[in-house]
């Protein structure tokens, strides 16, 4: 894979959320950074009080270009967060728009397969499952697995949606996905944003698949994790069931559908 297309275009972006990341902000920058294929890195900050943000800055000072920072006035949620980067990743032109951890629980070896699903797989948005292939969690008690993996299986149940870990935060969309979606529609902030956003991605006929990942519970600093959290994934459900029906939702395509049009040529039957 290379580093960078020949005209220098932006391909790959990293979105990752932080809030007191000290511990984790330029490991985890400098690991994405290294990998073979080049992923750029946006940071969404949401004033930690930790001195996080001014971590971030040293790294864009260190790879200019290739490192970037949001920085928020407060926590405004993890769905908010990531429709900002969206946003900035669309504005700036990238072709494959990921979410990752601050943490490390998420590989960004992995990151790599994700590109790959993606860009030479079929996949519009690719997923890195915990449960695809069985249950791959490290370090997790088991009361949390368990709540995790049948929590999935509830959103199955309810949403139709054909994918194992439903509330999986580590994807890659292809930048089509995001436009076509409607982002400003997007309404859950914590963990449902996770499921509201596969549920539309499937609903505007996108393809959305799942590639097995190992899961490794945080080794520094605080999980986010919160019994709140989980409530508003699994009511949250019920709204998003409900609220999907007789809406209309933009269709794969129809983006460049609208393009041609504009342009005076119609599309083709």
């Known amino acids: 894979m290379s580093s960078a297309t020949a005209d220098g275009h932006r391909d790959s972006l990293v979105i990752i959320p932080m809030y007191n990341e000290k511990e984790n902000a330029a490991a985890i920058i400098e690991a994405v950074l290294a990998l073979p294929h080049r992923f750029d890195v946006l940071v969404v900050d949401d004033n930690s009080p930790d001195g996080t943000a001014d971590i971030v800055r040293g790294k864009i000072a260190e790879h200019p270009g290739r490192v970037h920072i949001i920085e928020r006035e407060g926590k405004l949620g993890l769905g908010?967060?990531?429709?900002?980067?969206?946003?900035?990743?669309?504005?700036?032109?990238?072709?494959?728009?990921?979410?990752?951890?601050?943490?490390?629980?998420?590989?960004?070896?992995?990151?790599?397969?994700?590109?790959?699903?993606?860009?030479?797989?079929?996949?519009?948005?690719?997923?890195?499952?915990?449960?695809?292939?069985?249950?791959?969690?490290?370090?997790?008690?088991?009361?949390?697995?368990?709540?995790?993996?049948?929590?999935?299986?509830?959103?199955?149940?309810?949403?139709?949606?054909?994918?194992?870990?439903?509330?999986?935060?580590?994807?890659?969309?292809?930048?089509?996905?995001?436009?076509?979606?409607?982002?400003d529609k997007i309404r859950f902030k914590g963990y449902a944003f996770q499921i509201e956003m596969k549920f539309t991605a499937t609903k505007c006929g996108f393809k959305v698949g799942e590639v097995p990942i190992i899961f490794v519970n945080r080794v520094l600093g605080t999980s986010k994790m919160s019994s709140g959290i989980f409530g508003e994934a699994l009511f949250g459900v019920m709204r998003l069931k409900f609220g999907s029906w007789g809406r209309k939702y933009p269709q794969k395509g129809s983006l460049g559908a609208k393009a041609e049009s504009k342009s005076g040529t119609e599309p083709q039957a």
């Open 80 to 183: 908010t967060a990531y429709i900002t980067g969206f946003k900035y990743a669309l504005d700036n032109g990238y072709d494959y728009i990921f979410e990752m951890d601050a943490d490390f629980s998420h590989n960004p070896q992995d990151l790599l397969k994700l590109y790959e699903a993606c860009s030479t797989g079929g996949y519009d948005v690719a997923v890195g499952s915990r449960y695809v292939t069985g249950v791959n969690v490290v370090n997790w008690p088991m009361g949390r697995v368990l709540m995790s993996y049948f929590a999935s299986k509830y959103v199955r149940m309810v949403t139709g949606l054909h994918i194992h870990d439903t509330t999986a935060g580590f994807c890659c969309y292809r930048a089509e996905v995001l436009r076509t979606m409607e982002l």
